[in-house]
C-alpha cells in the first residue's frame, strides 16, 4: 500500500510540477503574443496530476486527453518533423503510455478503479493505438525527409586527371579543394582504414602557462614524398608521405601573449629557379600568431638566412604599437609566382584604435616588401612615410585567398572595420573594402576590381570563406567565374577577370534601427545566381528544447528578444541575430569538382543574442569581460560596448532554434539547383545518452575527389565522413582520436602509388570537441597501420 501512494504521489506530483511551470511560463508567453497552447495544457496537467496523487482514474483520462490535444497542435505547427515534434511529444507519449502499462493497472490499483465497460476499454486502446500511430507516423516523416535529402542526380561522365602534388592549402591557387586522385573511389570507400597517425606534441597540457584556447586547423601541403604542415603554435613539421615519420621540426618559439586564439591553417611552398637563391631551393613559408614570417628549408627545416633577417620579417612593421592577441596571422600566405601575399586576423570589438587590416606582399627569396593595400588609405597602395603607420581598425583580411596566376590577380576575402557592432565613425575610405571580394594586381597591389557582399556591415558577416576560382557554363560558352560564399547564407557568382554578377543580384530593403550615432544601408545584396542557404526568418514554432519545459523558455525568451530577420540592426535592446557571426558559411568555403560541375558546401546554424551597451553602464575596462555565457567587449572609442552570447541556448545549453544545426549540400553548377542536402555529423559525442541528434556545427571544409568521394570532418563529432558525390549517400565514416575541425586533403604517394587521404585531428576547443594533437592518414587497407610520434 505504501509504495502504491508514493509511486501515484509520485507520477500526480511531476505532474503538478510540470502543470504549475507550463501555467506560469505559458501566461507569461501569451502575454507576449506567442502561443496559446501552454497555458491550457498546464492547467490541465496540474488538475490531472492532483487527481492522480488522490489515485482518481480522472485523472487519467484527463491526461489522455492532454495528450490527443498536444498531438493535433504539435502536428498542426510542425507537420511530420521529427526532431522538432520530439520535445512536443516525447515526454506526453512516454507518461501515457506508462499510465497503460500492465504495472499501473495491476499493481497500483488502477486496473478496479478504471470502469471495465466496453466503452471505457474502447477508449483506453484508441488512446493506445494513437500513441502507436504517433511513432509510425513521425518514422514515416523521418524517412520521406531522408529521401527528398538524398534525391539521385542524373550520372555524369568524369574526366581522366593525372595526380599532382597538393602544393598549396586548398590542393590549388583557385581553392576548388578538388584532389585528382582516383584510386578510392565511391565502389571500395568502405574499406577505408588507418595508415598511419602521427603526434605533434602540441598539447595544452605541455603548455602549461598558456591560457590561449587552441585549435588544430592545418591542411598539410604534399610536396613529392614529403607533407609539411604547422600546429597551433606555428611549430613546422616534414612528414614522409607513406610512414609518417617526422623528417625535420621547427619550432619558432611564438610569443603568446595576449593570443585569444590559438591557430594555424597551414604553410605555403615555393620554388625557386636556378640562381635565384644559393640556398632553400624549395622552401616552406610560415606565418605566425605572434606577427612574423619564417623561411624555412623544404629538405632540412634550418632558416633560409637570406629571407629578411636570419631568416625571418616583422608583419607588425608600420603598425604602430600593438598589444599582445590584438594582431595575429592564422592562415598561409599564398605564392603567386615569386611574391607572397599575407593578410592578418585582428582581434574584433576591442578599440576603434585596433591594429590596421593591411595586406602586403613581399619577395619570397629575400623577404622584402614589394606593396602594401591598406583598404582605410584613400590611395591604398601608398608607401608610408618615416613616421607613419597603417590606418587603424581599416578592414582586415585573416581568411584564404585565392589566384589567378594567367590573370595576374590575387583575390583577398576581407572583414569589416574595427569594431563590427557600431559604425557611426567609419570613414568613407574605411567603408568601401569592408566585407568584400577584392581582386588585387599581383606584382603592383593595385585594385583591379571589388565586390562588397554587405553594405555597411553592423553584423560581423565579414567575407570569411575563400573565393573559389571554377569555369562555369553561362550561356553555352565557359566563363572564368568566382564563387564566394558568405555568412549571411548568400553564394555570389562573378566574372573573375572584372568583378561583374554571372547571375542577378537584387538590392532588397533591410530594417533601419535606431541606434543614437549610427547610420544604416537602406539595402543589402541578395544572389538569385544559386540557391540561397539563408535559414528562413526564424518563428516561435521554430524554438527547439529537450522537453516541453525548455522549449518553452526559448520561446519566451525569442518572444522578448528584438528580431526582424537576418539583418536586425545591432540595438540598445537585447536583439535576436541569426545567422550571427559564427555564420552560414565560414573559412572552411566550398569545394568543387569542375569536370562533373558540382559544387559543395556545409553550413550552420547557430543564432546569437546581441545588446549595445552605453558606454556609462558599460564595465570599466579595456578586456573582455564574461558574464555567465555572455561577453561584453570594450568596443573602446564609440559610445557602446557590446554584450553577445553565443549559441541562442535555453538553460540546459541546447540550442533554442531546430535542428539540424548543420548541413551538407551539393549543387549543380549548370542547372544552378541543389542536388541533394543532408544532415552533417550528430550530437552523439556530446549529448546525453549519446543521443544522435542529426546536424550540428561544423568548422572546417569539404575534399572532393575524382573517384566521386566527398571527404569531410568539421562536425562536432569526432568522425571523417565519406560521402557520394552524386547522391549525397553516407558512405563511410572513421572514428578520429580528436575533433576533425581542418580541411583533409588528398594525394598519390610517388613511391608506392598508394593514395592517402590525411586529416588534422586536435579539436576546436570554442567547440568543445575533444583536443588533441594527431595527424591521420587513411588508405585502402592493405596492412596494419602505422603511429608516429614527434621525437
Not at 604599437?321 to 576591442?350: E, K
Not at 537602406?522 to 545566381?529: E, I, K, R, W, Y
Not at 557571426?581 to 550552420?604: E, H, Q, Y
Amino acid at each position: 500500500m505504501a509504495l502504491k501512494h508514493f509511486l501515484l504521489w509520485s507520477l500526480g506530483g511531476l505532474l503538478a510540477i510540470v502543470g504549475i511551470v507550463l501555467g506560469i511560463g505559458g501566461a507569461w508567453l501569451l502575454g507576449l503574443g506567442g502561443s496559446a497552447y501552454y497555458l491550457p495544457a498546464g492547467l490541465a496537467h496540474l488538475v490531472a496530476g492532483v487527481l492522480i496523487g488522490r489515485g482518481r482514474v480522472l485523472g487519467v483520462w484527463i491526461y489522455c486527453a492532454v495528450f490527443l490535444a498536444t498531438l493535433a497542435w504539435a502536428l498542426a505547427e510542425v507537420g511530420l518533423d521529427f526532431w522538432l515534434l520530439l520535445p512536443r511529444i516525447g515526454l506526453p507519449l512516454i507518461l501515457v503510455l506508462y499510465m497503460f502499462t500492465p504495472w499501473m493497472r495491476t499493481h497500483l490499483g488502477l486496473r478496479a478503479s478504471i470502469p471495465a465497460d466496453a466503452s471505457s476499454q474502447r477508449a483506453g486502446r484508441a488512446v493506445v493505438i494513437a500513441a502507436a500511430g504517433v511513432v509510425a507516423l513521425v518514422t514515416a516523416g523521418l524517412l520521406v525527409q531522408g529521401g527528398k535529402e538524398n534525391a539521385q542526380p542524373p550520372a555524369r561522365g568524369t574526366a581522366s586527371r593525372p595526380a599532382t602534388d597538393w602544393a598549396n592549402y586548398a590542393g590549388n591557387k583557385a581553392g576548388t579543394r578538388f584532389s585528382p586522385a582516383s584510386q578510392i573511389t565511391r565502389e571500395n570507400v568502405s574499406g577505408l582504414d588507418v595508415a598511419w597517425t602521427y603526434r605533434t606534441g602540441d598539447l595544452p597540457e605541455n603548455h602549461p602557462n598558456s591560457r590561449a584556447p587552441q585549435m588544430f586547423q592545418a591542411t598539410p601541403l604534399q610536396i613529392g614524398d614529403t607533407l609539411y604542415l604547422c600546429t597551433p603554435r606555428n611549430i613546422v613539421v616534414a612528414l614522409d608521405v607513406d610512414t609518417g615519420k617526422e623528417r625535420w621540426r621547427y619550432d619558432p618559439g611564438v610569443d603568446e601573449t595576449g593570443v585569444h586564439t590559438l591557430a594555424c591553417r597551414g604553410v605555403s611552398y615555393h620554388r625557386s629557379q636556378p640562381p635565384q637563391a644559393a640556398d632553400c631551393a624549395g622552401r616552406i613559408l610560415v606565418a605566425t600568431v605572434d606577427g612574423r614570417m619564417i623561411a624555412l628549408d623544404a629538405q632540412t627545416g634550418r632558416p633560409c638566412r637570406g629571407f629578411g633577417r636570419d631568416g625571418e620579417i616583422s608583419l607588425r612593421i608600420g603598425l604602430g604599437h600593438v598589444r599582445g592577441g590584438f594582431h595575429t596571422v592564422t592562415s598561409p600566405a599564398i605564392v603567386v609566382g615569386d611574391v607572397a601575399v599575407v593578410g592578418s586576423f585582428v582581434l574584433d570589438n576591442m578599440t576603434v584604435d585596433a591594429p590596421s587590416g593591411v595586406v602586403r606582399a613581399f619577395d619570397v627569396i629575400s623577404g622584402k616588401q614589394l606593396w602594401n593595400w591598406d583598404a582605410g588609405r584613400q590611395d591604398p597602395n601608398a608607401e608610408l612615410k618615416p613616421g607613419e603607420s597603417y590606418v587603424p581598425g581599416s578592414p582586415n583580411a585573416w581568411s584564404l585567398f585565392s589566384a589567378d596566376e594567367q590573370l595576374g590577380l590575387v583575390y583577398i576575402p576581407t572583414g569589416n572595420p574595427s569594431p563590427d557592432y557600431f559604425g557611426g565613425l567609419r570613414s568613407p575610405e574605411l567603408e568601401r573594402f569592408g566585407s568584400s571580394v577584392v581582386a588585387l594586381d599581383v606584382p603592383t597591389g593595385k585594385v583591379r576590381w571589388s565586390f562588397q557582399t554587405v553594405h555597411h556591415d553592423l553584423w560581423d558577416y565579414d567575407v570569411a570563406s575563400q573565393p573559389v576560382l571554377v569555369d562555369m557554363p553561362v550561356d553555352g560558352e565557359l566563363v572564368p567565374a568566382l564563387i564566394q560564399a558568405t555568412k549571411q547564407g548568400e553564394i555570389f557568382v562573378l566574372d573573375r577577370r572584372n568583378g561583374s554578377p554571372i547571375g542577378p543580384i537584387e538590392e532588397r530593403p533591410v530594417p533601419r534601427g535606431d541606434v543614437p550615432g549610427e547610420r544604416y544601408s537602406p539595402t543589402q545584396p541578395v544572389s538569385l545566381a544559386l540557391p540561397s542557404l539563408a535559414p528562413p526568418v526564424m518563428r516561435e514554432a521554430d524554438m527547439w528544447g529537450a522537453t516541453p519545459l525548455d522549449q518553452l523558455w526559448c520561446r519566451i525568451e525569442f518572444r522578448t528578444l528584438r528580431y526582424l530577420g537576418r539583418f536586425t540592426p545591432p540595438s540598445l535592446e537585447n536583439s535576436l541575430i541569426f545567422p550571427g557571426n559564427n555564420g552560414i558559411m565560414n573559412w572552411g568555403s566550398v569545394a568543387v569538382d569542375s569536370a562533373r560541375g558540382i559544387l559543395v558546401v556545409p553550413t550552420s546554424y547557430m543564432p546569437m543574442t546581441l545588446q549595445l551597451v552605453p558606454r556609462e553602464r558599460a564595465p570599466a575596462t579595456d578586456q573582455i569581460v564574461l558574464e555567465g555565457r555572455a561577453a561584453v567587449s570594450p568596443m573602446l572609442g564609440t559610445p557602446y560596448a557590446v554584450r553577445t552570447e553565443r549559441p541562442f541556448a535555453s538553460p540546459l545549453g541546447l540550442p533554442c532554434n531546430a535542428p539540424p544545426w548543420g548541413k551538407l549540400t551539393a549543387m549543380d553548377l549548370a542547372t544552378r539547383q541543389i542536388l541533394w542536402q543532408r544532415p552533417l555529423g550528430t550530437t552523439a559525442d556530446h549529448a546525453p545518452l549519446r543521443i544522435p541528434v542529426p546536424g550540428v556545427f561544423n568548422q572546417g571544409g569539404p575534399l572532393v575527389t575524382q573517384g566521386g568521394v566527398v571527404f569531410i570532418g568539421a562536425a562536432m563529432d569526432n568522425y571523417l565522413r565519406a560521402f557520394d558525390l552524386e547522391s549525397g549517400t553516407e558512405l563511410w565514416k572513421g572514428r578520429l582520436p580528436a575533433g576533425g575541425q581542418a580541411l583533409p586533403m588528398s594525394y598519390v604517394s610517388p613511391r608506392t602509388g598508394r593514395q592517402y587521404v590525411v586529416i588534422a585531428a586536435g579539436g576546436h576547443q570554442f567547440m568543445s570537441t575533444t583536443i588533441g594533437d594527431y595527424v591521420v592518414a587513411y588508405s585502402l587497407k592493405s596492412g596494419a597501420p602505422l603511429q608516429q610520434r614527434a621525437d
